[in-house]
Each structure stands twice: as C-alpha cells, then as structure tokens.
C-alpha cells in the first residue's frame, strides 16, 4: 500500500478528533487527581491569574469528586506553591510571560474552599506545572496500588497538561477530564484535548468518567450475584 499524504493526514485528524484509548476505568486501580483549584486560580477576582473557565467548571468537578469517593477512589489534590523558598523551581520561569506581574501570594496556597476538600485527602504542593516534578506524587500512587490516573482542575494546557504527560510516560493510564479541566483562554482548551487526545490520554467529560467508574465497580457485584444463583 502507498500512504498518500491524503491518507495521513486524514488519519491523525480522526485520531485528534475522535481518538479513544482503550483500556478500562477500574475504580480500584484508579486515583483522582485535582490540579491546583486554589485560590488565585479559581477565587473570582482574587488575583492576576484568575481563570474565569475553572470557576465555572468547579460545581461539576466537585461532583465528580463526590462520585470518585462513593466508589473509594482516592481524592489527591495539589497546590501551586511556594515550595523550599523557591530554589525547587525551574530557573527559567522568571523569564517567561506567566511572570510578569508584581502579584505576590499573601500566604500559603490553598484549595479554594468551595471545593470541599476533606482533612484525610492527600495535598501535594508542588514547585512547578507538573504534579509529578519533584514531589511523591509518583510514590504515593504506588504504594495506593493504582496505575490509572483522571487528571482534572486547572490550567488544561499547563499543570494539567504536563501532569497527563509526566503520568504517561511513568507508564500510568491517564484520563483527561475534557469539561472538568479549564484554561485562561478558552480558544485554548480544544487543541491541548487534541493533542491528549491522540498520544497520551483517554479524554472523557465528568459524566463519561463517573459512569465508566460506577459501571466497573457494580460489574463484580453483579457477577457474584449471577454465580450465588446457580
């Protein structure tokens, strides 16, 4: 067969449009993740960096949450913070436009309270985008047992973003959560889905994700029940 650059280019179109990755949603190998639904991100007005679109998306996130818990999938959330005064984080950020505001954090970061999270749910705060650079993020999913991982919260092509690339390459399952992620600029949120889409996620909405979880943990109680009838 020849591959004509019609055929190609076709063919990753579908791939970034309508890719699906294949594997299973187990809620016992599964964690959820909530990137950085703090304050200064989702706190209307509160700060430069607020990002209207993570409002918005926070009451159908937290409902996700909820669902993560009633099926025992553990809740970990992470703060962009001010870690080790500092000299955790890369060099080259001062020099980038996200920095280029006076802005400073009048204390540490913390989950926007809206979003209801429980003293016995894990807090990660990290130095940088990813929630894998430099914290045990890794380490305590390993020793949770789960190999899958639902990435939501904010920003979708930044923490989000790069926390679903770290998690793929350490070789998890990721799943993307496409209406409980947002970004500054919405025009934004589509492309980054894409590229996820087609190399490194399965890219579900919150609805996908919760019946997938609650269908997965239901299928092993059916199955016994059909076995106690014989």
């Not at 060099?91 to 400073?104: E, I, M, Q, V």
């Not at 954090?105 to 894998?132: C, I, N, Q, T």
């Not at 890794?138 to 991982?149: E, K, P, Q, S, W």
């Not at 979708?156 to 947002?182: L, M, P």
């Amino acid at each position: 067969m020849s591959y004509t650059e019609e055929w190609v280019t076709a063919r990753a179109r579908d791939a970034y449009e309508r890719g699906r990755a294949s594997f299973d949603v187990r809620p016992e190998r599964t964690a959820l993740l909530v990137i950085d639904m703090q304050d200064e991100f989702v706190r209307p007005g509160w700060s430069p960096y607020w990002v209207p679109a993570a409002t918005r998306t926070a009451p159908r996130l937290r409902r996700l949450v909820e669902a993560c818990r009633t099926v025992s999938v553990p809740v970990i959330w992470t703060i962009f913070d001010d870690t080790h005064l500092g000299l955790d984080r890369p060099n080259a950020l001062r020099y980038l436009p996200h920095a280029d505001t006076d802005w400073r954090r009048p204390g540490p970061a913390e989950v926007w309270a809206p979003m209801g999270r429980r003293p016995d749910e894990a807090l990660v705060r990290k130095p940088s985008y990813g929630a894998f650079y430099d914290t045990p993020l890794d380490t305590m999913l390993r020793n949770l047992g789960r190999d899958t991982v639902i990435v939501t919260g904010t920003l979708t092509n930044y923490c989000c973003g790069t926390t679903a690339r770290q998690a793929y390459e350490r070789g998890y399952k990721v799943v993307f959560g496409a209406d409980v992620t947002a970004t500054d600029d919405e025009s934004r949120q589509e492309p980054e889905l894409a590229v996820l889409r087609k190399g490194f996620a399965l890219v579900l909405t919150a609805e996908e994700i919760a019946e997938r979880l609650t269908t997965a943990d239901a299928a092993p109680t059916a199955s016994a029940d059909r076995v106690g009838t014989r």
